[in-house]
């Protein structure tokens, strides 16, 4: 429903897009990518009073709140920031794209799934999530990635792309784990805002058997899907930008 | 708050996936509650109605009032419509009796009539209000207008609250006066306001153009094992743990099945009874969203579901269609109440869906007693209103608009005195029909003990 408020939610969004400036190339590849590839060393906890220089420092004892949702509108802007810098506007045209292929449809289709509240009728701004509001996610994700493979995979060159700034094998052959890891960190970065190596131990090979297990439905698929190495980084990219670590903060 | 938190997270999963009701975890939830077995219908009849061809007829010159007559409707659509005289060349109508029934109802009462014995009907209801926005929250919350904001919750937040906590959809809200204010609200039941739903079906409509299902469920189960580890390290889990059920319950949310409750199409399939050929002119869309309520119910997706019906709004000559936007209305309902009867309830083996499933009607408020110089009828601060559940007395009517100038008359005896009947006395005795205290989201309004059952 395109209540009055949502659609000044939506002009608001416009608006800033039309202000905002595409996020400079980061000059990553797979090689330097990989700077932090290794877990650091595990620190044994310290009193902060044992650290030199902190004896009299005052230690935070507020209480401490649960993770929050992010608000809507910051999540649309890190859609927007994240695929591209364009405007709501524009970055909705690139999703809708010019094939029947439904993959997207208006912002302000999701506003209310999303939890953008609307003060004129009391509906306040979703604290939670729901799992209509986690189909929305989903059904975000999978066109920003989908039309993120199809414009920026396939067409650009590696330091020319907005997410997936790294090359792919010619000829296509299988990664090896260091090749998969290097970019999926430049991935993970872009999108979680850490190194991959940061992350819990299991997250590295829970996305290496996403992507090959892709790889392989997409073996034979037809020329109108994607390929495999394509339907692989698509679902690593919609591992990111659904991932609870990108809605919470 | 915690343990509350993470004892819903547990059952929603429970709830909302019981398709995984084999996985340990999620079996022992499975069941929900049992004051969750009740249902819930609320419909707004926008625009004000015209009570007099339909709750509270008048068929009599009388006072002030002017009857609804052959010089200002249109009577050939009307079926219940006979002639009965009203002066030389006018004919005003002949008073709808069901067979055992003690109501004497309008022509534009439709199918209705023929469920009469379900009826319970409010007139003479004191609105003290011809605004439409203030008759419409005042309908809904019990409470006018202040400052143009509305200062209750709505009747269906309420009941969500009440009943719909673990639902996946607590409640729909289709251009209902839905609002959610009030200390006492859980922030799951929160109204998912949508202006049909259709809208619902963009967000889970789903391309095989580029990669498949099986693709999306791989990430979805990804996500949910990350959910998983992220909450086993984490000092605050419940949100995380939010995400993981909500993950789990996806691939539900996203089968076939649900998203045809989400389709025009597909409703239309599976209610044929609520989509009249031909069509409705005036409320095709009520056929959608009563469909929507009974094939929602039937999975156990949404506790209620409430909606505005197309306007009856009529100042000028369009009042000559006002008695079949009525018909067109309450033959929808009474189509839904049948559906009802044919449906199982989801949860309780044996029984109808319509054992546990509670309608209430209102409006804005009603229209006045005189024909104006364009040939309709204006705001008038009385109203009615119309409940069918097993929870109150069938075949009844309380409170009366007095003889001469329909406007409410005192129904009776309640806590501050001989007065007339008021939304926040039907809204009191519509919670408390469910053993829920009114005090708890309405400042005003007694309960009506007589129209319940005991």
Same mark, same amino acid.
């Given at each position: 429903m395109k209540t009055t408020l949502q659609r000044a939610a939506t002009a608001l969004l416009l608006t800033l897009g039309c202000n905002s400036t595409p996020a400079p190339p980061l000059a990553v590849s797979p090689t330097d990518a990989g700077s932090v590839t290794s877990r650091p060393t595990q620190i044994t906890p310290t009193p902060?009073?044992?650290?030199? !220089?902190?004896?009299?420092i005052a230690q935070d004892r507020a209480p401490k709140e649960p993770p929050r949702l992010m608000p809507a509108e910051t999540l649309i802007r890190s859609y927007i920031a994240l695929f591209g810098g364009l405007s709501p506007q524009a970055l909705q045209t690139r999703l809708r794209g010019?094939?029947? $292929? +439904?993959l997207f449809d208006t912002w302000a289709d999701y506003l209310s799934a999303l939890g953008?509240? $609307?003060?004129?009728? $009391?509906?306040?701004?979703?604290?939670q999530t729901n799992a209509l509001m986690l189909a929305a996610f989903e059904r975000i994700g999978v066109a920003l990635c989908e039309r993120a493979v199809q414009n920026d995979l396939r067409g650009a060159l590696a330091a020319d792309?907005?997410? /997936?700034?790294f090359d792919l094998p010619t000829p296509t052959r299988a990664l090896t784990d260091d090749e998969f890891g290097a970019r999926f960190d430049v991935l993970h970065r872009r999108v979680l805002?850490?190194?991959?190596?940061?992350?819990?131990? !299991?997250r590295i090979p829970r996305f290496r058997t996403l992507y090959r297990d892709a790889v392989t439905r997409h073996? $034979?698929?037809?020329?109108r899907m994607f390929n495999g190495p394509e339907a692989g980084w698509a679902s690593v990219c919609e591992g990111l930008v659904r991932h609870p670590e990108f809605h919470l903060y | 708050m915690d343990s509350r938190r993470r004892t819903f997270l547990k059952v929603l999963g429970g709830t909302a996936a019981a398709g995984f009701a084999s996985q340990p975890l999620l079996r022992a939830f499975a069941d929900p509650p049992v004051a969750s077995d009740e249902f819930f219908v609320l419909i707004h009849a926008a625009g004000?109605?015209?009570? %007099?061809?339909?709750?509270?007829?008048r068929n009599e010159r009388r006072g002030i009032i002017e009857p609804g007559s052959t010089d200002t409707i249109d009577?050939?659509?009307?079926?219940?419509w006979r002639n009965a005289p009203l002066d030389a060349d006018t004919n005003t109508f002949e008073m709808v009796r069901p067979a055992g029934s003690s109501l004497r109802l309008g022509p534009a009462i439709g199918n209705l009539a023929d469920i009469a014995d379900r009826l319970t009907i409010i007139n003479?209801?004191?609105? +003290?209000?011809?605004?439409h926005a203030d008759g419409t929250f005042f309908a809904a919350t019990g409470r006018h207008l202040a400052g143009g904001k509305p200062v209750a919750a709505s009747i269906d937040t309420m009941l969500a609250n009440e009943f719909g906590r673990?639902?996946?959809?607590p409640t729909v809200s289709? !251009?209902?006066?839905?609002t959610y204010v009030g +200390?006492?609200?859980?922030?799951?039941?929160?109204p998912l306001r949508v202006?049909?739903?259709? %809208?619902l079906s963009k967000m889970l409509a789903r391309s095989?153009? +580029? %990669?498949t299902i099986a693709d999306r469920q791989a990430v979805t189960a990804l996500l949910s094992e990350e959910s998983r580890e992220l909450a086993e390290n984490s000092w605050y889990r419940d949100e995380i743990e939010g995400f993981g059920l909500q993950f789990q319950a996806l691939p539900r949310m996203l089968s076939p099945d649900v998203q045809s409750i989400f389709n025009a199409g597909a409703l239309a399939m599976a209610?044929?009874?609520? /989509?009249?050929?031909?069509?409705?002119? /005036?409320q095709g869309r009520a056929g959608v969203n009563c469909a929507f309520a009974v094939e929602a119910m039937k999975r156990n997706l949404v506790r209620c579901v409430s909606f505005s019906s197309n306007s009856?709004?009529?100042?000028?000559?369009?009042?000559?269609?006002q008695p079949l936007i009525q018909q067109e209305l309450f033959d929808t309902i009474a189509s839904l109440v049948r559906a009802l009867d044919a449906a199982p309830h989801p949860t309780r083996?044996?029984?109808?869906l319509a054992d546990h499933t509670h309608i209430l009607v209102v409006s804005d408020f009603c229209r006045t007693p005189q024909i104006n110089l364009t040939m309709g009828r204006d705001h008038y601060p009385n109203g009615s209103a119309l409940v069918i559940s097993p929870k109150f007395v069938g075949n009844t009517s309380f409170g009366r608009a007095d003889d001469d100038q329909l406007l409410p008359a005192i129904a009776g005896t309640f806590a501050d005195g001989t007065r007339a009947v008021a939304p926040p006395d039907l809204l009191a005795t519509f919670v408390a029909a469910f053993g829920v205290n009114p005090r708890k989201y309405l400042r005003d309004g007694d309960v009506i003990r007589s129209l319940l059952r005991a």
């Open positions: 902060v009073t044992q650290i030199p !220089g902190h004896e009299l010019t094939t029947s $292929d +439904n953008v509240p $609307d003060y004129a009728v $009391d509906i306040p701004r979703a604290p792309r907005v997410l /997936f700034r805002g850490y190194p991959a190596a940061l992350a819990p131990e !299991g073996a $034979d698929a037809g020329a | 004000g109605w015209d009570v %007099t061809l339909s709750l509270d007829p009577t050939a659509p009307i079926r219940l003479g209801l004191a609105m +003290n209000t011809v605004s673990e639902s996946l959809l289709v !251009g209902y006066p839905s +200390n006492e609200l859980d922030a799951r039941v929160s202006s049909s739903v259709d %809208t095989n153009v +580029n %990669t209610q044929p009874g609520l /989509f009249p050929s031909p069509g409705l002119r /005036f009856h709004d009529t100042h000028t000559n369009n009042y000559r269609s083996v044996g029984r109808r």
